[in-house]
């Protein structure tokens, strides 16, 4: 996920959920979705990673993302 937003030049925060074992599973039942990573766009959850990547892969990210007003890498 770190690699794909990287690519796009989308401007993102990591936060790293694992060092906490409340945070990780908070944010597991926030989502109800089981496995990390999670990106989330402007507060909405997006997806796992290969849901991410699948997005990427068939420019639906890039889209979303740039409806959202983010800035996106025209050449990803």
Same mark, same amino acid.
């Given at each position: =996920?770190?690699?794909? $937003?990287?690519?796009?030049? =989308? &401007?993102? @925060?990591? =936060?790293?959920? $694992?060092?906490?074992?409340?945070?990780?599973?908070?944010? @597991?039942?926030?989502?109800?979705?089981?496995?990390? &990573?999670? $990106?989330?766009?402007?507060?909405?959850?997006?997806?796992?990673?290969?849901?991410?990547?699948?997005?990427?892969? *068939?420019?639906?990210?890039?889209?979303?993302? @740039?409806? @959202?007003? $983010?800035?996106?890498? *025209?050449?990803?």
């Amino acid at each position: =996920v770190v690699q794909v $937003l990287s690519h796009i030049g =989308v &401007p993102f @925060k990591g =936060v790293n959920v $694992l060092e906490d074992a409340e945070i990780r599973e908070g944010i @597991k039942a926030y989502a109800n979705w089981p496995t990390i &990573p999670q $990106l989330y766009v402007q507060g909405e959850f997006v997806g796992g990673c290969d849901i991410v990547i699948e997005m990427f892969q *068939a420019g639906e990210l890039q889209a979303m993302l @740039k409806e @959202k007003g $983010l800035p996106v890498n *025209a050449e990803a």
